[in-house]
């Protein structure tokens, strides 16, 4: 490959980041349908051709955007559970993941869970609406491994759909106050189910 290819290449990187970037915080401020390619493409500081050239649709965008999402909620996970050496602490690294994720700064405030929010603006056969319930799994997924150490498994599969629950009834509940106290609240109220264990 020819050094102008790879500094094509590198130029492509950096405005298919700028691109996500700026949809992430459009989407997540102003919800889906309420922010058009203009607005993204001038957050981005670039023209709406190189939008085309990274996404072929403001769909594919979405998508994008939804798998980012993830992967930074991810992310946050992967740091919380590393120090997790009981079951109880890979349970609470989910809920400690969640508030992280709230912390983090956003320019129009805090407003739940950006997954949540984006699925309720999608049909329920859109790709990203998919992704957002395979996210959601996921989170339950992570709950029941440890939880699976500490009693039977049917008490196990209910005891991770009761957190699972908790962390998305807190969320909403967040999302609508604008502040993480709800988190920190379903974190003390799960710390609570998990002493019992």
């Not at 500094?7 to 915080?25: C, F, T, Y």
């Not at 319930?133 to 491994?145: A, F, P």
């Not at 049917?154 to 005891?159: D, E, F, I, K, S």
């Amino acid at each position: 490959m020819s050094t102008d290819q790879h500094a094509a290449d590198r130029r492509r990187g950096s405005a298919r980041s700028r691109i996500l970037e700026a949809a992430a915080q459009r989407f997540y401020a102003d919800g889906i349908a309420a922010t058009g390619i203009d607005a993204i493409t001038a957050s981005a500081g670039v023209a709406k051709m190189s939008l085309y050239n990274n996404f072929a649709s403001k769909a594919a965008l979405v998508e994008a955007y939804i798998e980012a999402r993830h992967e930074e909620w991810l992310q946050l996970y992967r740091a919380r559970v590393q120090d997790a050496s009981t079951p109880q602490e890979r349970v609470l690294a989910v809920f400690d993941a969640y508030a992280d994720h709230a912390a983090a700064a956003y320019d129009h405030g805090f407003r739940g869970c950006g997954l949540l929010n984006a699925a309720a603006e999608l049909s329920a056969a859109d790709p990203a609406r998919i992704a957002v319930r395979r996210h959601k799994e996921e989170v339950e997924q992570l709950l029941l491994e440890p939880l699976g150490r500490l009693t039977d498994p049917a008490t196990a599969h209910r005891l991770a759909e009761h957190l699972s629950f908790l962390l998305e009834g807190s969320m909403a509940r967040a999302g609508l106050e604008g502040e993480p106290a709800r988190l920190v609240r379903a974190r003390a109220i799960a710390a609570d189910l998990l002493a019992a264990r």
